[in-house]
């Protein structure tokens, strides 16, 4: 009799393990292929984190590119045509949201890009010039005896180098156009050699120096 019940449970565990499918086998090992696919919640974790910091800096550059071509921009000084008031390697703020609201005025100092006369003197169209503004439409400019003379009278000018050592009669300027002229007054490539500048060619208004720190502040 012993014997007998031995067999039987043999035979049902038996009959237990016949009754496992080929199908119940593949889902068993298609769930364990996936469990080990899966990434873990760590590595999820990263590569989100990265996208997100990817996303950042494609935003952050995308206003940094807006705001350079709208609204301000840096700019470093490579000559001395605008001694004593920048000097050689000063690094100054300039501004192009001012122009949208009021047109230039006489002091103001400007960046712009070479008129004609100086690309055919053999200037790259986009070198940037930095120069004060003296004459505005319809104001007359001479150059006299060192002085230089804004219709008729002459300019209070503190913040020269030196005054001019050349001559230049009366000239009136022309609508949209402006006369300019670096501080070093005899040392600058300005309006007084190669004429009138265009608006248009202005590219903004250096408004703020933030190098050298020892000299940092509005101009």
């Given at each position: 009799?012993?014997?007998?019940?031995?067999?039987?449970?043999?035979?049902?565990?038996?009959?237990?393990?016949?009754?496992?499918?080929?199908?119940?086998?593949e889902q068993e090992?298609?769930?364990?292929?996936?469990?080990?696919q899966k990434p873990t919640s760590g590595e999820s974790n990263f590569w989100q984190q990265a996208r997100d910091n990817l996303q950042i800096i494609a935003i952050a550059l995308a206003l940094a590119l807006?705001?350079?071509?709208?609204?301000?921009?840096?700019?470093?000084?490579?000559?001395?045509?605008?001694?004593?008031?920048?000097?050689?390697?000063?690094?100054?703020?300039?501004?192009k949201i001012s122009y949208l609201f009021r047109p230039p005025t006489r002091g103001d100092i400007i960046v712009f890009n070479p008129p004609v006369q100086l690309q055919i003197q053999g200037y790259d169209r986009d070198q940037a010039f930095i120069k004060r503004i003296i004459?505005?439409?319809?104001?007359?400019?001479?150059?006299?005896?060192?002085?230089?003379?804004?219709?008729?009278?002459?300019?209070?000018?503190?913040?020269?180098?030196?005054?001019?050592?050349?001559?230049?009669?009366?000239?009136?300027?022309?609508?949209?156009?402006?006369?300019?002229?670096?501080?070093?007054?005899?040392?600058?490539?300005d309006s007084h050699v190669w004429g009138f500048l265009p608006k248009d060619n202005i590219i903004g208004r250096a408004c703020f120096r933030f190098w050298p720190i020892s000299r940092i502040g509005s101009i």
């Open positions: 009799m012993v014997s007998k019940k031995e067999n039987s449970a043999v035979s049902n565990q038996s009959s237990g393990l016949a009754n496992s499918t080929p199908e119940d086998s090992k298609s769930t364990a292929s996936e469990q080990q807006v705001i350079r071509a709208f609204v301000a921009e840096p700019r470093y000084i490579p000559s001395d045509s605008m001694l004593p008031t920048l000097q050689v390697g000063d690094r100054v703020v300039v501004e004459g505005t439409p319809g104001k007359t400019i001479a150059i006299q005896q060192g002085k230089v003379y804004l219709n008729d009278a002459p300019l209070a000018e503190d913040y020269i180098a030196e005054p001019p050592k050349y001559q230049m009669g009366q000239v009136k300027v022309p609508s949209e156009r402006l006369f300019v002229m670096g501080d070093n007054r005899n040392n600058s490539n």
